[in-house]
């Protein structure tokens, strides 16, 4: 009667000669933890800057206004009052605005120049790993060919 071939030690030699490689798995990994602290020290920036651009401009609002609520002589004065606050205050609005958006503008060009080098080199690891892994399994393949003859 024909006895069947055992597979066992075959197929355990193949699986040795295929070895696997953490370390790109480890690099991908720090690639990422690195790039999303990058990201968030950008954002965490970002929104200091914004909270203490709202607080300026809270308290001088607030300053402007003790001007404004202050008792008049004169009933024209309180309508001039109230148009130097009004003025005053528009003019704030637009160098605030601006001020966001200059900050705006740097988490802007500071995400992309962070996203660029971060494709860059993960590129260059991807290459880098897939021809490693091309190497070790045309050699493996070899072996195994050879084992098998």
Same mark, same amino acid.
């Given at each position: 009667?024909?006895?069947?071939?055992?597979?066992?030690?075959?197929?355990?030699?193949?699986?040795?000669?295929?070895?696997?490689?953490?370390?790109?798995?480890?690099?991908?990994?720090?690639?990422?933890?690195?790039?999303?602290?990058?990201?968030?020290?950008?954002?965490?920036?970002?929104?200091?800057?914004?909270?203490?651009?709202?607080?300026?401009?809270?308290?001088?609002?607030?300053?402007?206004?003790?001007?404004?609520?202050?008792?008049?002589?004169?009933?024209?004065?309180?309508?001039?009052?109230?148009?130097?606050?009004?003025? +005053?205050?528009?003019?704030?609005?637009? =160098?605030? /605005?601006? !001020?966001? #958006?200059?900050? %705006?503008?740097?988490?802007? $060009?500071?995400?992309?120049?962070?996203?660029? +080098?971060?494709?860059?080199?993960?590129? =260059?690891? /991807?290459? !880098?790993? #897939?021809?490693? %892994?091309?190497?070790?399994? $045309?050699?493996?393949?070899?072996?195994?060919?050879?084992?098998?003859?």
């Amino acid at each position: 009667m024909a006895k069947t071939q055992d597979f066992t030690s075959v197929f355990k030699d193949m699986m040795g000669s295929f070895p696997v490689d953490t370390k790109s798995m480890e690099d991908a990994y720090k690639s990422q933890t690195t790039l999303a602290e990058k990201l968030s020290t950008v954002s965490l920036s970002a929104a200091q800057e914004s909270a203490q651009l709202s607080a300026k401009w809270a308290q001088d609002t607030l300053t402007k206004m003790q001007d404004m609520t202050k008792a008049k002589s004169e009933p024209a004065d309180y309508a001039k009052s109230m148009t130097d606050f009004v003025t +005053a205050t528009s003019e704030s609005a637009a =160098e605030h /605005m601006a !001020a966001f #958006a200059e900050i %705006a503008k740097k988490v802007q $060009t500071q995400t992309l120049e962070l996203m660029m +080098a971060a494709g860059k080199d993960m590129s =260059e690891d /991807m290459t !880098a790993a #897939a021809k490693k %892994a091309q190497d070790e399994m $045309t050699n493996a393949a070899k072996k195994a060919t050879t084992a098998a003859k």
